[in-house]
């Protein structure tokens, strides 16, 4: 059960990584225009702070608790 958890975790991670860099180029772009939909760049922003928290969750989870 674990290997499949940790399979689903792996590709939803990919998913969202791939996601936020999507994200990232889209607000670059959006960014370099002559004239630039503050607020599509703003709400692009939030998302991407968004998908941040998923993806460190979803590492916190793959990684294995280690006791010092």
């Known amino acids: 059960m674990a290997d ?22 889209a607000i670059e772009a959006l960014h370099q225009s002559p004239a630039p939909d503050l607020l599509r760049m703003q709400r692009l922003k939030k998302r991407k702070l968004q998908l941040r928290d998923r993806i460190s969750f979803i590492e916190d989870q793959i990684t294995p608790d280690i006791i010092a």
Do not use: T
Not at 4 to 25: C, I, P, T, V, Y
């Open 4 to 25: 499949q958890d940790n399979n689903e975790f792996a590709a939803e991670l990919a998913r969202l990584q791939q996601e936020h860099r999507d994200l990232d180029a």
